[in-house]
């Protein structure tokens, strides 16, 4: 149980386009969702926190316009890398937090590797 | 200041050897610790958390010492699979996890 998916594992975009990451909660409804993005060699940083039909809550130095997320539901959430350029290029993640009572546990997705050329 | 430090190592070991490596994090509020194992390019997985009194799961042993904050993870008789990327994290308040880069660790046979 307890299973997070990302689509796609691993995308190569041109400067200057949009991309579109899910994540989704395959056999749970995930009060809350997060989105980390990780450079090589480096800790992921927490990007924001996305509750369920609300809006997301951007970490500091997170443009939010440029980062769009958007949790239509308990099991699907998205984030949309616009206008992308060479330094968007890391290792996203996104997590969902199981139980209310408990939002410290968290499960990842798989990842989505972003190259933009 | 970062808020979790890790070693980043690498730390290589024999099959066997018993390998151990600390965090310090700089919230001395911070409530909720844990370990997590991170493969090449994969996604942490939790290995376990860590509770007050220190606990064990299995050859794994967690301690945490909030007078000083730091937690540890002792590895006892490593295996070749146990090469992996250790990160520690804690929990920043509001729900938030706050990761450390990271000890890589490498078991040689």
């Known amino acids: 149980g307890a299973v997070v998916s990302q689509h796609p594992s691993w995308v190569i975009c041109k400067s200057g386009t949009s991309v579109k990451i899910e994540c989704r909660s395959l056999?749970?409804?995930?009060?809350?969702m997060f989105w980390y993005r990780q450079f090589p060699k480096q800790s992921l940083m927490l990007m924001a926190t996305?509750?369920?039909?609300?809006?997301?809550?951007?970490e500091q130095g997170v443009e939010k316009d440029k980062f769009l997320i958007n949790h239509a539901s308990l099991t699907l959430s998205t984030l949309t890398v616009t206008s992308a350029h060479p330094e968007d290029s890391s290792f996203y993640i996104c997590?969902?937090?199981?139980?209310?009572?408990?939002?410290?546990?968290?499960?990842f997705g798989p990842g989505t590797r972003l190259t933009v050329t | 200041r970062k808020e979790v430090e890790q070693d980043p190592g690498p730390f290589n070991v024999p099959e066997g050897a018993t390998v151990a490596f600390n965090c310090t994090y700089s919230?001395?509020?911070?409530?909720?610790f844990f370990w997590y194992r991170q493969d090449c390019r994969k996604e942490p997985k939790l290995l376990m958390s860590?509770?007050?009194s220190g606990n064990e799961d299995g050859r794994f042993t967690a301690q945490l010492n909030r007078a000083s904050q730091y937690i540890s993870l002792l590895i006892r008789d490593s295996k070749l699979s146990d090469s992996a990327t250790y990160l520690c994290?804690?929990?920043?308040?509001?729900?938030?996890?706050?990761f450390g880069a990271g000890t890589t660790v490498t078991v040689r046979a």
């Open positions: 996305s509750n369920e039909g609300s809006k997301a809550t951007y």
């Open positions: 997590s969902a937090s199981l139980r209310r009572d408990n939002p410290y546990e968290q499960y």
């Open positions: 056999d749970f409804q995930a009060t809350t």
């Open positions: 860590v509770y007050s």
């Open positions: 994290v804690v929990n920043s308040g509001d729900y938030k996890l706050s």
């Open positions: 919230n001395s509020a911070s409530q909720s």
